[in-house]
């Protein structure tokens, strides 16, 4: 064959197994690729199948509402709610109790059964970072400001409001004094001989006046047959009632006051009689923490 149709053919040849191994590592190229792209398509689809949590919640939109404890549901348990009045007909002297503000309250002891459980009172949250003694301290405090049934919940509250605080009243409804308790919140320190020591001067201090008391208000000062302290409280009410004066204030001087304006001395057997559950009641709120309140 000529030199030039050799050189034709040869190039010929050359441009076929050119175009077949081009077609051939297109070939493999396209295959790899598909095959690829099908790997990544399955993995998109995956994903797109299992959403994030995250932006699911965000998509929707919507949160449930937080779920309220039935104790919550109660109504909050205030002041006014333990308010309650006595029964004056069974009362043996009806009059009005002077120095009186308010309404007498129901306490936690007191109180009738199954009252409470319808209302709401906030827990105390624990303190943390303080002594035993502190937190112990701190507890009792704020359980005693957050329930009004509390037997001290008005001395916490009294002394919160600090000096010039708006008046508070106690259980028997009475205005406290913030000086007398303020005592009660920092008490003196005393020695075991001294609390000794200052009892017996208190004892004998309120004999020796209550002896004083009898001598005045009944006949020959001559008892009725009962408990002397229960028959003081009784007697410190009636003179009460007549000269206008707070309860809790009557003493010696008052029964001097009294004999002088002309009340009639009292017949010890003819004057007391026994008590019933109503005067009792009221007896045991007109005692109570007697000692902060202010004198008017």
Same mark, same amino acid.
């Given at each position: 064959?000529?030199?030039?149709?050799?050189?034709?053919?040869?190039?010929?040849?050359?441009?076929?197994?050119?175009?077949?191994?081009?077609?051939?590592?297109?070939?493999?190229?396209?295959?790899?690729?598909?095959?690829?792209?099908?790997? @990544?398509?399955?993995?998109?689809?995956?994903?797109?199948?299992?959403?994030?949590?995250?932006?699911?919640?965000?998509?929707?939109?919507?949160?449930?509402?937080?779920?309220?404890?039935?104790?919550?549901?109660?109504?909050?348990?205030?002041?006014? &709610?333990?308010?309650?009045?006595?029964?004056?007909?069974?009362?043996?002297?009806?009059?009005?109790?002077?120095?009186?503000?308010?309404?007498?309250?129901? =306490?936690?002891?007191?109180?009738?059964?199954?009252?409470?459980?319808?209302?709401?009172? !906030?827990?105390?949250?624990?303190?943390?970072?303080?002594?035993?003694? /502190?937190?112990?301290?701190?507890?009792?405090?704020?359980?005693?400001?957050?329930?009004?049934?509390?037997?001290?919940?008005?001395?916490?509250?009294?002394?919160?409001?600090?000096?010039?605080?708006?008046?508070?009243?106690?259980?028997?409804?009475?205005?406290?004094?913030?000086?007398?308790?303020?005592?009660?919140?920092? !008490?003196?320190?005393?020695?075991?001989?001294?609390?000794?020591?200052?009892?017996?001067?208190?004892?004998?201090?309120?004999?020796?006046?209550?002896?004083?008391?009898?001598? /005045?208000?009944?006949?020959?000062?001559?008892?009725?047959?009962?408990?002397?302290? /229960?028959?003081? =409280?009784?007697?410190?009410?009636?003179?009460?009632?007549?000269?206008?004066? !707070? +309860?809790?204030?009557?003493? !010696?001087?008052?029964?001097?006051?009294?004999?002088? @304006?002309?009340?009639?001395?009292?017949?010890?057997?003819? +004057? +007391?009689?026994?008590?019933? =559950?109503?005067?009792?009641?009221?007896?045991?709120?007109?005692?109570? &923490?007697? /000692?902060?309140?202010?004198?008017?």
């Amino acid at each position: 064959m000529p030199p030039h149709l050799r050189s034709a053919s040869a190039r010929a040849n050359s441009g076929n197994q050119s175009g077949e191994s081009s077609s051939k590592g297109t070939a493999k190229t396209s295959k790899t690729t598909t095959t690829r792209g099908r790997k @990544r398509k399955s993995t998109d689809s995956q994903s797109s199948s299992r959403p994030k949590r995250g932006k699911q919640t965000k998509a929707s939109g919507t949160e449930e509402p937080e779920e309220i404890p039935d104790e919550k549901r109660k109504p909050r348990l205030t002041t006014p &709610d333990l308010e309650f009045d006595y029964d004056r007909s069974q009362l043996r002297d009806p009059r009005l109790t002077p120095g009186r503000v308010r309404r007498p309250r129901w =306490e936690s002891f007191d109180m009738p059964e199954g009252f409470k459980e319808r209302f709401y009172v !906030p827990k105390p949250e624990k303190p943390r970072g303080q002594t035993k003694a /502190i937190r112990e301290h701190n507890l009792s405090e704020q359980k005693n400001l957050l329930d009004p049934s509390e037997m001290f919940h008005d001395l916490y509250v009294c002394h919160k409001k600090g000096r010039e605080g708006s008046p508070t009243y106690d259980a028997a409804g009475f205005q406290l004094d913030w000086e007398k308790v303020d005592s009660w919140m920092h !008490p003196p320190s005393y020695t075991k001989s001294g609390v000794v020591s200052r009892m017996e001067k208190v004892v004998d201090k309120m004999e020796r006046e209550e002896r004083d008391m009898y001598k /005045i208000f009944f006949v020959d000062g001559k008892l009725p047959d009962a408990e002397p302290t /229960i028959v003081t =409280e009784y007697l410190q009410d009636h003179v009460s009632k007549d000269l206008d004066v !707070p +309860w809790h204030q009557i003493g !010696p001087k008052h029964l001097v006051e009294w004999e002088k @304006r002309g009340f009639p001395k009292q017949k010890a057997g003819k +004057w +007391w009689r026994e008590p019933n =559950e109503m005067e009792e009641r009221r007896m045991m709120k007109m005692s109570s &923490d007697a /000692i902060y309140r202010k004198d008017l």
